[in-house]
């Protein structure tokens, strides 16, 4: 099935800074989503975005597909936004490609 | 728009015991997915219903997990019985069309 890489595995941040999380995927994809898992566990959806770009208050997404990647963005952080950041991709076509596939995620920490 | 609806939110049982958890999508979403989250993993899918057909059950343990969702709309998740290894975040998820989205979760501890 289809691979998905997201880097880096852990970032830690103060208040105010900006940052870019990156996800790799390994074939053509028809759907990408960039989530949110907050504390409490809930996955909030930020942006669909199988191509293009996005954007979103202080959040913006890119997707080059020709590329096979996607970068989501954070500007001017803030506390709220710790938790863990994940890319999730569906592939063309059928079999097990067609599953929407996470990828491990970035952990992501604001400091006061 | 209502989102996804979950319940419990929170269950803990002992190893063999059985367990059930419910999904309501949102309103007018055909598809309807079942996910686990084992701690420091993505979600992985276990079932999804295109009404109230199975499109894709190849991940679900059938030797004790079950799934129905009899009328289209709602959904059960049964485990029985429960191992250790079961203990993880639930996640129901529907879609109209690409865009999933999720609800809260039920939290399951096994004991």
């Known amino acids: 099935g289809i691979q998905v890489e997201q880097s880096p595995p852990d970032l830690i941040l103060q208040e105010g800074a900006n940052s870019t999380l990156r996800c790799n995927f390994s074939?053509?994809?028809?759907?990408l989503q960039w989530f949110h898992q907050n504390p409490w566990g809930q996955l909030i959806n930020l942006f669909y975005?199988?191509?293009g770009t996005k954007q979103n208050g202080r959040l913006s997404a890119t997707t080059v597909a020709t590329e096979r990647y996607s970068l989501l963005y954070i500007s001017s952080s803030q506390t709220t936004d710790s938790g863990v950041y994940f890319c999730?991709?569906?592939?063309?076509?059928?079999?097990?490609?067609?599953?929407?596939?996470f990828g491990k995620g970035t952990l992501l920490t604001v400091n006061p | 728009e209502a989102g996804v609806a979950q319940s419990p939110r929170y269950k803990i049982i002992e190893k063999r015991q059985s367990v059930a958890f419910w999904c309501n999508p949102i309103?007018?979403?055909?598809?309807l997915y079942w996910y686990q989250q084992i701690l420091g993993q993505g979600p992985k899918l276990l079932i999804q219903f295109q009404n109230n057909g199975v499109v894709d059950d190849s991940q679900l343990p059938k030797d004790r997990f079950s799934a129905e969702r009899l009328k289209g709309v709602d959904s059960t998740l049964k485990i029985q019985p429960a191992k250790l290894e079961d203990s993880a975040v639930y996640l129901c998820?529907?879609?109209?069309?690409?865009?999933?989205?999720f609800g809260p979760g039920t939290r399951l501890t096994v004991l």
């Open positions: 999730a991709v569906q592939g063309v076509g059928g079999g097990s490609n067609y599953k929407l596939t």
């Open positions: 998820a529907s879609s109209k069309y690409n865009e999933q989205f």
């Open positions: 309103s007018g979403h055909a598809t």
């Open positions: 074939d053509s994809v028809n759907n």
């Open positions: 975005i199988p191509s």
